[in-house]
T-cell receptor
Framework: DTAVSQTPKYLVTQMGNDKSIKCEQN?????MYWYKQDSKKFLKIMFS???????INETVPNRFSPKSPDKAHLNLHINSLELGDSAVYFC????????????FGPGTRLTVT | AQTVTQSQPEMSVQEAETVTLSCTYD???????LFWYKQPPSRQMILVIR??????QNATENRFSVNFQKAAKSFSLKISDSQLGDAAMYFC???????????????FGQGTILTVHP
């Protein structure tokens, strides 16, 4: 059983399009995260939700909007995609905000052409 | 804001030998957690080892151990008896133990690519 899953694993799209990446965890965790890994492999947090409430919102363009319909899901919607959005996006979860172990999904490689 | 620096973009080691990956961090906090994550070519992020700042004893997990120097803000990873499967990118990461708007956030270093030669 996959603990943290993401769909799709690969996404190729054109500039200006709107796309979503879905994340689901079956660990019963309360906290979920989105990280972005750029072309130089640098990883940076984007958002964090705890019990469906936004708790971390780093400096991310407002074209990116996370949505958490329930504790097990945290989706990432991106409007008006730009070339610079090309990256690998990782979803992660942890038991709680204070829990130090985060479990990562397999990542979604987004390519904007 | 906290920063994490990995000064070795690439390292290599012979199979069965020992290698040490370096990490330094900058923080004004006294309570925090440090981690090493492994990212193999599959790109899955795998937690290798963690260290609580309040613990003086260095963490160990089988062939992996850390040298945590709190005063020097240094957190190196030692891999003993290196195996081909250890080849990956390794990331050092910091997490605050304090509350606030960044609670739970992992701050990563730039990564070190480890090559293991047979």
């Amino acid at each position: 059983d996959t603990a943290v899953s993401q769909t799709p694993k690969y996404l190729v799209t054109q500039m200006g399009n709107d796309k979503s990446i879905k994340c689901e965890q079956n660990l019963g965790h309360d906290t979920m995260y989105w990280y972005k890994q750029d072309s130089k492999k640098f990883l940076k947090i984007m958002f964090s939700y705890n019990n469906k409430e936004l708790i971390i919102n780093e400096t991310v363009p407002n074209r990116f909007s996370p949505k958490s319909p329930d504790k097990a899901h945290l989706n990432l919607h991106i409007n008006s995609l730009e070339l610079g959005d090309s990256a690998v996006y990782f979803c992660a979860s942890s038991r709680g905000v204070g829990s130090y172990e985060q479990y990562f999904g397999p990542g979604t490689r987004l390519t904007v052409t | 804001a906290q920063t994490v620096t990995q000064s070795q973009p690439e390292m290599s080691v012979q199979e069965a030998e020992t290698v040490t990956l370096s990490c330094t961090y900058d923080t004004s906090e006294s309570d925090y957690y440090l981690f090493w994550y492994k990212q193999p070519p599959s790109r899955q992020m795998i937690l290798v080892i963690r260290q609580e700042a309040y613990k003086q004893q260095n963490a160990t997990e089988n062939r992996f151990s850390v040298n945590f120097q709190k005063a020097a803000k240094s957190f190196s990873l030692k891999i003993s008896d290196s195996q081909l499967g250890d080849a990956a990118m390794y990331f050092c990461a910091y997490r605050s133990a304090a509350g606030g708007t960044s609670y739970g956030k992992l701050t990563f270093g730039q990564g070190t690519i480890l090559t293991v030669h047979p």
